[in-house]
């Protein structure tokens, strides 16, 4: 099924524990992506269902498997645990697909691993139904993260809050490694860990840096400019991470981890979801200053690589942090300036856009429609944007200040428009979508799952019979908490 070379298995035994998944008693295939296996060169069996979903649960390892569970540490909500490591993940291996890039296939929820902490290593059947959901919409939507291979149903239960019922994901990703994974040899003073860490990721992620002046700043400018950019897109959709710890910053630049993130409904720049967020560390206007802050800690574990004179290290480390708040601002505005149908720069865009985030805060409004109807009024039709707003006035101010400033460009009404609607989703995972399909799935009913799933797969297109997909919710269908999986 697969055909596996495991790099990462084959670094020193302390970057990782070997173990196998634990079995379940009645493994059961929920959902596999045929799309991406075909990208992968994964070639599934269905004529054998029960030995597929057995392979994709756990029960049976593959040959050329590797089963390992990775090492890393973390800052948690700001505060360093030295050891975290997969707790409830084991990386089965790598296959390197049609195009040549090497992917880890992961199973999450396959049993306890060194690292659990006294975990049970498994997954509810929500949380993996929400991050096969997440992870794909935000591929459909241009931004890079983890992929969903297949949701598998275990046949037994896991206990949190409830008794939840049992589930596998099989995680795709260009590589598990966490801005954590450098902090857990940091952690130990391990520099020959650490150099052996960045050589990796340099030969698998960064490979044109080798010949680089200075190899490891470079990675850390590279590493700092993916994650700049990364946020800008998040922020672009209203995507609310929800625990931005450093173990869940990848160095490949590649958004991981879709526990209690969501999706902001009106537009508030201090929105928090995540019930385990009480200070609002990880709201959604401070995600760009945490991954500064993220970056930060990254630079501290690399210090010994950048230069041998300690004070040199330290004003290298500090350029690239300055250059991160450079970076994520330049591409913040060239995020909204799109959103708002500008292909060009110009000063006072910065307060444009600015006062339409302003208008849409006061009026209510709800961010992924607000952004959408702007199509509508370039078109002429401009009650369907005001429309979005609970006392349009200071809209209406806006759209003359918007068309003054569009008299600049030299785009025809028909070609703005498309551009709006061509970074603009109609359809986003909205909260309560997501939560009706997990509820759903919960009583055995994947309808609503699959439909969703359906719905996001052209998530710039308007299409009637998922209309209702563009709706905010409505009052009795707000959610205002979302939940950690472990």
């Known amino acids: 099924m697969f055909q596996f070379d495991n790099s990462y298995a084959r670094l020193p035994d ?3 524990a070997s173990v196998y998944p634990e079995p379940v008693e009645g493994p059961k295939l929920l959902k596999f992506n045929g799309s991406l296996a075909e990208e992968l060169g994964v070639e599934a069996d269905f004529s054998d269902p029960a030995r597929l979903a057995a392979i994709l649960a756990g029960n049976v390892v593959p040959p050329g498997a590797m089963p390992i569970a990775m090492a890393y540490a973390g800052h948690q909500f700001g505060n360093f645990v030295p050891q975290l490591g997969d707790g409830r993940a084991i990386l089965l291996g790598e296959v390197v697909d049609r195009n040549g890039k090497r992917r880890d296939i992961q199973l999450k ?8 902490r006294r975990g049970d290593g498994r997954a509810a059947l929500g949380p993996v139904l929400r991050e096969y959901i997440v992870s794909e919409a935000m591929n459909a939507l241009g931004v890079p993260a983890t992929r969903a291979l297949a949701a598998v149903a275990t046949g037994e239960q896991v206990y949190r809050e409830t008794v939840e019922q049992g589930a596998v994901f099989v995680r795709v990703a260009a590589s598990h490694v966490r801005i954590g994974t450098f902090q857990f040899f940091a952690a130990r003073g391990d520099n020959d860990g650490i150099k052996l860490l960045a050589d990796y990721v340099i030969e698998r992620h960064y490979p044109e840096l080798k010949i680089a002046e200075n190899p490891y700043l470079a990675l850390l400018q590279g590493v700092a400019a993916r994650q700049a950019d990364l946020i800008a897109r998040w922020m672009g959709i209203g995507f609310i991470h929800g625990v931005m710890n450093t173990d869940n910053m990848t160095i490949s630049g590649e958004t991981i981890d879709f526990g209690p993130c969501a999706f902001l409904d009106e537009y508030d720049a201090m929105k928090v979801f995540s019930s385990i967020d009480q200070g609002g560390r990880y709201a959604y206007r401070n995600q760009p200053g945490i991954g500064q802050w993220n970056i930060a800690r990254l630079a501290e574990c690399l210090l010994p690589l950048l230069d041998a004179d300690e004070e040199k290290a330290v ?5 690239v942090l300055k250059a991160f708040g450079e970076r994520f601002q330049q591409e913040w505005i060239g995020v909204f300036r799109a959103k708002i149908g500008l292909a ?17 805060h006061e009026g209510q409004a709800d961010f992924t429609l607000a952004f959408r109807r702007l199509a509508d009024a370039a078109e002429g039709g401009q009650e369907a944007f005001l429309g979005c707003f609970a006392d349009p006035d200071k809209a209406r101010a806006w759209l003359t200040d918007w068309r003054e400033r569009l008299t600049t460009e030299a785009r025809s009404v028909g070609k703005l428009a498309a551009a709006l609607r061509a970074v603009n989703p109609a359809v986003i995972p909205r909260n309560h979508k997501v939560q009706e399909a997990l509820s759903a799935a919960n009583y055995g009913d ?5 439909r969703l799933l359906e719905a996001l797969e052209k998530p710039f297109e308007e299409r009637p019979e998922f209309s209702s997909y563009m709706h905010p919710p409505k009052p009795e269908e707000r959610v205002t908490q979302t939940f950690c999986g472990t």
């Not at 994947?446 to 699959?450: H, K, L, T």
């Open 446 to 450: 994947f309808s609503f799952f699959e």
């Open 109 to 116: 929820g396959a049993g306890p691993t060194p690292y659990s």
């Open 344 to 360: 060009t720069g110009a000063d006072g865009d910065g307060d444009l856009i600015q006062a339409l985030l302003a208008a849409m």
């Open 315 to 319: 004003e290298a480390a500090n350029a």
């Open 14 to 16: 302390r970057f990782f």
